[in-house]
């Protein structure tokens, strides 16, 4: 029997098998000898066509390359040591080169530049309108009036004199304040939807112009389930707005599922902060309503079990706390809860203050019923499901993101052709 033949492994020529992506390695080949007195094994020249022989691939990555040898060839030079590698990331191309600020040399944030009448602070991660932000101070100053009247006083009450239950009072009404005030900020202080800018520079004009000699864009025919939906252009903007889309003069924005801009948290109310919104009202009433009878079963219990008159309870430590959280939860709970009841009856509907107001104002013009609601899901269940439960989704505006700026020159050749033109 004859012996198996071994099987020598190669690879390409110029390629180390100890040397890695990171620490390349390139061996040195000696140049055939002209005066070589062993034939080549090549037939043809190797001086007209160079050849370059495979190394074997040895299981020991230590193995020395393999180096053709004759008498007469010259002795071939060590290989180089290998050398680190170190990548540079690419250069940005010149349409996306990060503008910075001339005298900070930072780079400039797109809240710097965005045309509004927004505020921003803490570098554009909150923003608020930038109407007057005197009623939003004075309903905060009231949230914290009552909430500060009622845990100075009356929780305190509770909590030593009621056992359990008032400790369950106590703590069922610090977390609804808490959910409230929360709330309260997330909607006064977040992105209520704005829409980006500058989608639709050229819009199609109507080729009929109106009375005064001016041409407005051409709306936007859309389907909505089964019924058309127009959608206006916003010269401002630049842009046309989605269905149910409202520009707020106010904020100078158009705003995305706008329902109205409320004054008392000085922003807007939109699709990414209606939920805050909706349970800042049913926080706020449901915590007025545990406020103003605890408050008033205090002041009863005073009276009742110390043998005193109401205005002795009243001017007693704890009742006057409790008579001035009581006063004022009265006179806030009416506007709170019809605004509550009003929004409710919105969200059974699926729709927004917006277009009831719209709606109101079409019966008074047009005889016969209202038009369809063609973004109702067919049930009240389905409505408030798709309105509160529905996703926050990301910001259009991107605040805290960079600017980038083109730094792209005109080609001379075009600029000449155009003058030339």
């Not at 709306?219 to 916003?234: E, F, G, N, Q, T």
């Not at 408030?384 to 980038?404: E, F, H, M, Q």
Request: charged letters at 15%; hydrophobic letters at 35%.
């Amino acid at each position: 029997m004859t012996a198996a033949p071994t099987v020598r492994r190669t690879h390409l020529p110029g390629i180390n098998p100890s040397a890695s992506f990171f620490r390349p390695s390139r061996p040195s080949f000696s140049r055939p000898s002209s005066s070589s007195s062993q034939p080549d094994e090549h037939p043809y020249d190797s001086d007209s066509f160079p050849l370059k022989r495979l190394h074997p691939l040895d299981e020991d990555d230590h193995h020395p390359p393999f180096h053709p040898t004759s008498k007469s060839s010259s002795v071939s030079s060590p290989s180089p040591a290998p050398s680190a590698f170190n990548p540079t990331p690419p250069l940005l191309p010149l349409n996306s080169i990060v503008a910075t600020d001339p005298l900070t040399h930072r780079p400039i944030r797109r809240y710097a530049q965005h045309p509004s009448r927004n505020r921003f602070f803490f570098r554009g991660r909150l923003l608020t309108s930038g109407d007057t932000p005197w009623a939003f101070a004075a309903a905060l100053c009231l949230v914290f009036g009552i909430a500060g009247a009622f845990f100075s006083s009356t929780a305190v009450w509770w909590w030593h004199n009621e056992g359990p239950g008032g400790i369950v009072l106590v703590v069922i009404t610090a977390y609804l304040s808490l959910v409230t005030i929360v709330s309260m900020l997330v909607t006064a202080f977040s992105d209520p939807g704005i829409l980006p800018r500058g989608l639709d520079e050229d819009p199609p004009y109507q080729p009929v112009e109106s009375g005064d000699g001016t041409r407005a864009p051409m709306p936007r025919i859309l389907k909505v389930r089964a019924d058309v939906v127009r959608v206006k252009y916003c010269p401002t903007c630049r842009t046309y707005r989605p269905p149910r889309s409202t520009h707020c003069k106010l904020c100078d924005n158009c705003i995305d599922g706008c329902d109205h801009h409320c004054q008392w948290v000085n922003n807007c109310v939109g699709r990414r902060n209606y939920t805050s919104f909706f349970t800042l009202l049913l926080g706020a009433a449901t915590t007025l309503i545990i406020v103003i009878i605890s408050s008033a079963l205090h002041l009863f219990f005073l009276t009742q079990r110390n043998d005193i008159d109401f205005r002795k309870a009243v001017s007693h430590g704890q009742g006057t706390g409790s008579a001035v959280a009581f006063c004022l939860s009265i006179a806030v709970i009416w506007p709170v809860g019809a605004l509550l009841t009003y929004h409710m009856r919105l969200l059974l509907l699926n729709i927004t203050t917006i277009e009831q107001i719209r709606n109101q104002a079409l019966k008074t013009l047009v005889a016969g019923p209202a038009p369809p609601n063609p973004f109702s899901h067919g049930s009240w269940r389905r409505n408030i499901v798709a309105v509160l439960c529905r996703p926050r989704g990301y910001s259009w505006l991107d605040p805290t993101g960079v600017v980038l700026e083109d730094r792209r020159e005109a080609n001379p050749g075009m600029t000449i052709g155009m003058d030339v033109v």
